[in-house]
């Protein structure tokens, strides 16, 4: 069965510290994977997205890393920012098939001061 | 400002009633995704369309149809409204196909009494 599991479901963090949030997902055969930021009421941003012979790639302060043998992605921020505080989606696409697309249901991150 | 546009941005209506949502992609892109996010759930893939026509399906209830026009535009059908309908309604649009990356738009509220 095709899933996608996130973990933590929630975090809170104080500003200016790290993080890093986890992505394993069973999808195969696998196609990429992304991270997408999303703030409440509004539509998902992209951060990264990563095909099976990248297993790293930056954005800002947003890095993921990928382990296609291990099927595990993470998502590290560093410095975090107020505006750091969002859902954060892995999406995981499959190579084959109709319905390619997979969803994690998100980890919930506020950053407090 | 991801350059999707998707109307109108709020929609109240009344159950068995039926509402078409609608989406603008961004100049040069092909690709029109929609998805159902309900309240504190994670993004439920509905349907995808390429260049006008239907490239892959996902959770998208019989209740619900979608078609992209010439122009690229695409519209989201629902019908038969439930209150469990209720959701934020998605529009993404990429250039191509699954490896490229998805710009989302604002989203439509939909709420159903």
């Known amino acids: 069965k095709n899933q996608v599991e996130q973990s933590p479901q929630s975090l809170i963090i104080l500003e200016g510290k790290n993080c890093t949030l986890q992505c394993n997902y069973t999808v195969s055969p696998f196609s990429n994977l992304r991270w997408y930021k999303q703030d409440t009421g509004r539509g998902p941003v992209s951060l990264t997205i990563?095909?099976?012979?990248?297993n790293t790639k930056s954005n800002g302060r947003y890095t993921a890393t990928l382990d296609a043998d291990t099927k595990q992605s993470s998502l590290h921020i560093t410095a975090s920012q107020l505006s750091d505080s969002a859902s954060y989606i892995c999406v995981v696409s499959k190579e084959t098939g109709a319905n390619n697309l997979f969803f994690g249901t998100g980890t919930r991150l506020t950053v407090i001061p | 400002d991801s350059g999707v546009t998707q109307t109108p941005k709020h929609l109240i209506t009344a159950t068995g009633q039926r509402v078409t949502l609608r989406c603008s992609p961004r100049?040069?892109?092909?690709?029109v995704y929609w998805y159902q996010q309900s309240l504190d759930q994670g993004l439920q893939f509905l349907i995808q369309y390429y260049n006008g026509e239907e490239r892959a399906k996902g959770n998208i209830l019989e209740r619900f149809s979608a078609q992209q026009f010439p122009d690229l535009h695409s519209e989201l059908n629902l019908s038969s409204l439930e209150l469990g309908d209720s959701a934020l309604y998605f529009c993404?649009?990429?250039?191509?196909?699954?490896?490229?990356?998805?710009?989302f738009g604002p989203g439509t509220r939909l709420t159903v009494l």
């Open positions: 993404a649009s990429s250039l191509a196909g699954k490896g490229d990356t998805q710009y």
């Open positions: 990563m095909t099976f012979s990248e």
């Open positions: 100049s040069g892109d092909l690709s």
